[in-house]
Every structure is written in C-alpha cells, then in structure tokens.
C-alpha cells in the first residue's frame, strides 16, 4: 500500500479517554482539511467542558498509580512508545505532511525530531535526583527531593502537529505526571495518532488523555482545565495573546506554567561574516515550514558593506525553492496552513512594499497551485515602520534591514516585546562573546542556523514566555521541590 493509505491508516476521530475511543459527549464533529487542497480529511470530535472534565477525571484518578511506579518502569513504556513512533515514522511523517502541508522528507524530519524528545526523557526519568543538604543544626537533617507536579494539560499548536505535543508529553510522564491534552484544530490527527502508539506502548489507561476541539470550542473546553484545582500545570506553545489568557485564567487555582509564545526573530549578518555561509543559514532557519516555526528569521539585519552581495546571494537561491504540495516529492515549500495565514502574509507584503520595500523575488501568492500557496519571498530595504517588523509573518518571506554599526543592529534586535531565538554571522571572536551576551533572547544562533536538539533548553524571555523544553532543564518544568526536615536525631 501507497504511503497516503498507511498515513490514512492511522486516522482516528475520537477522544482519547481513560483508554477508551470516545466521541465528544454533544455529538459535534469538526472537520480536518488538506491545506494544499481544502479536502476533507477527517470528521474528528468537537469537544466541550464535559469532556474534558472528563479527561481530567480520568487523569487524576491515573495518577497515584503513575507516580508510585519506579522510574524505569516509567522509562520503559516510555522506550517502547519511542519505538514505536520510529516504526511508523513513514507513515506519521505522511499524515503530518497531509494534514499541515509540510514537505514529505520535513515530516518525516519531524518524526524523527520528536521523537529524540521521547528517547530522551525516557533516560532522563531515571535522572531525576535530589540534595542532601549539608547538616546546619546538630540533630536535624535536611534534604530535596522532587516530586511529580500532578496533572497537566498540554495544549499545542499546528505547525509540528507531532513533534510539539511530544516534547510536551513525554517529560510529563517521565516525570510521573498524567496528562489531558488538546491539540490544535488544524491538526489534530498526528497528535491522535502519537497518543495510540502511547496505548499500544503500554501507557496506562488514564495516563494520557487526549480531546480535539474545534477553534469556536477551544477556550470555552480548555476553561474547564483551568478552572480546575487537579490540574496543576499547563503547558502552552503558541500565539502569546492565548498564553496570556490561560496565564490570567489559570490564576484562580494558581497553576505552574510553562508558555512557548510567538517570536520576531532578529538574523543580523556582519561586515566580516562568511556570506555562504549565512545564506545557508539563513535559507535553513527562514525557509523551515515555509516559514512558519516560531524560530524562523522574521528580521534580517545586513551590514552595510555586504548588503548588496548578500542580497543577491539570497534572492538568487530564495527564486530556486519548489513549491508545491507535500505528494510532490521534490517540493521544498508546501502550502500555508489556512487561509488566515495566507491573508497575513499577503498583508504583511503589500504594508512593505507600500512603504518603500523592494520585491527582490516572490512577493506574491501562488493561486494556480492552490488556495493557500505563497511564493518565496525577499523584499531589500526594510525600514522599521513596517508591519514585518514588529509582528511575526509566519511565512516565507525574508525581508532584509541595511545598517551601519554593531551597536545599531543590536539595538534594533532587541527592539521588541519578544525574545525567542535570534541568530547572528560574524568570524571575530571578540564581537561573537559580545552580541551573544548583547542580544534579548532564550536562544542564540551563532554562525548557524539549525538549532533544534532535544538536548538543548529551548524557551524564551520576555513576551515570548517562560519554562524551557528539552534538555536536563525539560524536566524541571514537571516537577515540585519538597524540602524534608527530619529532626529528634
Ligand atoms: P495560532 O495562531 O498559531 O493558531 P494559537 O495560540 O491561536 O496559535 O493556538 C494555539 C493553541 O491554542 C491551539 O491548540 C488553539 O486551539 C488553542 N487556543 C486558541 N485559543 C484558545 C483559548 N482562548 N483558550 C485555550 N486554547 C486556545
């Protein structure tokens, strides 16, 4: 059978709940479409507060037996779901291809990507170590020891319908936590699909809970979790005006927060930089999804003395890239993911060239292809009034900012409410020290452009939130400290 059916084979339309395929206690479905075509794909549920009131039932009954159980034990179910993933790492790489648009050879990058988080917080579950404290008063001994924090709810974007619901799930259980999740609207079938194999792995019934919910649903069904005193934690990636509201709403019952929010990715390029290099670089961080990862360059400050080389440069391989749909096996950028991203993108170029951008290449949708294309953009001359400046595209264009001096590309870096990642190409040692402490941001790229590790913290400052995911830091976001004092000795 063709890859399309053994993607089609993995389809399920239910929640997930205490082990059981269920639909949503209304009887509302919503449906899943092909953003390369508008094709129906799936009739999945359209949940509301009773269901996942009821996840969060199901959770919190799960979680004393999850929680006592010895941290190998947690790591094993954890290994066997990372196998599992890896066995069928065609098939989820096709199902995230066709229902997010992404090219066949990044979903199957996704699969992989998502689950070295599994694999990883499968060993780490058993890494998990406290303090003996240093005796401060004779008779009294004193020690840390960190605890699983309870229920949590996971609630996750459509750009890696795989990969970001992964490294959500897999800490929390490793950390001896339950799990109700949502995933986004736009693509809800992979992360259904991941929370099966977790089944098959042998993940207790009511230890991960999942419920789909349609964009109209979402706030009222995700209510319900934070209005609840068993959910201690959420863990949100997303637009930051949601993570704002689930932190302002999530305050009555004073829940733990981790907040993976948008970015406006400043990529400066200096005078001395190796220019292949950064157009290489650029190209890999830029042009990932189309453009749409909360990573992607959004600002690309280039030093005056380079500017017009480097500009050539990138519009000469930028005016290469292959759109098309994910079936194609040689696209390289597939379609945006709805028609609202397309429309903001659109807008984000007219607002540009109208205030004096150049189109260097692209500058337009793609409409033969279909309704959601939009052709590999740069545009020269961006001037900080611009709407590309301040907000995130979410697309693939590449607007490019001329300056002057260190200082200036710096400042203009940092001039903004977000600080995820930023990237920079310089070959002077002592200007590298410099800018990477310089520059506001949870991430730095430093002559590169692929930055993605389950073994590195990835997270933001500023507006763009706060926890950190992946590495021996992922897991601190899943746990409480408690402070044991034993006196009478
Ligand atoms: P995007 O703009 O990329 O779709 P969002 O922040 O809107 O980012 O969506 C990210 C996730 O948050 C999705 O799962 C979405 O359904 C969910 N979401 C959107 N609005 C709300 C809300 N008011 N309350 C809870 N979840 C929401």
Known sequence: INLEEQARALIRADNFIDGQWVAAASGRRFAVTDPATGKLIADVADSGPADAGAAADAAAKALPAWRAKLPKERAAVLHRWHALIVEQQDALGALISLEQGKPLAEGRGEVAYGASYVAWFADEATRIYGDVIPQQQRGKRMSAIKEPIGVVAAITPWNFP?????????????????????????????????????????VPDGVLNLISASRESAAETVGEW????????????????????????????????????????????????????????????????????????????????????????????????????????????????????????????????????????????????????????????????????????????????????????????????????????????????????????????????ALASEAAPFGGVKESGYGREGSKYGLDDYLSIKYLCQGGL
């Not at 992964?166 to 339950?178: E, H, N, S, Y």
């Not at 736009?186 to 042998?202: K, N, Q, R, S």
């Not at 007219?350 to 953009?377: I, Q, S």
């Open 162 to 202: 795989l990969a970001m619901i992964a490294r959500k799930i897999a800490p929390a259980l490793a950390a001896g936590c339950t799990v109700v999740a949502k995933p986004a609207e736009d693509t809800p079938l992979t992360a259904i699909a991941l929370v099966m194999l977790a089944h098959e792995a042998g």
């Open 226 to 449: 934070l209005a609840d005193g068993r959910v201690r934690k959420i863990t949100f990636t997303g637009s930051t005006p949601v993570g704002k509201h689930l932190a302002r709403e999530s305050a009555g019952t004073l829940k733990k927060l981790s907040l993976e929010l948008g970015g406006n990715a400043p990529f400066i390029v200096f005078d001395d930089a190796d220019l292949d290099a950064a157009v290489t670089g650029l190209l890999a961080a830029k042009f990932r999804n189309g453009g749409q990862t909360c990573v992607c360059p959004n600002r690309i400050y280039v030093q005056r003395g380079v500017y017009e080389r480097f500009s050539a440069l990138l519009s000469a391989k930028v005016a290469e890239l292959q759109v098309g749909p994910a079936s194609d096996p040689a696209s390289q950028i597939g379609p945006m993911i709805n028609a609202r991203a397309v429309d903001k993108i659109a807008r984000h170029v007219e607002d540009a060239v109208a205030n004096g951008a150049l189109v260097l290449t692209g500058g337009k949708r793609l409409t033969e292809l279909g309704p959601h294309y939009y052709a590999p953009t740069v545009l020269g001359n961006a001037t900080p009034d611009m709407m590309l400046c301040c907000e995130e595209t979410f697309g693939p264009v590449a607007p490019l900012f001329p300056f002057d001096t260190e200082q200036e590309a710096v400042d203009a870096a940092n001039d903004t409410p977000f600080g995820l990642a930023s990237y920079f190409y310089s070959q002077d040692v002592r200007r590298i020290d410099r800018v990477s402490r310089a520059l506001e941001a949870g991430i730095v790229g430093i002559n590169e452009g």
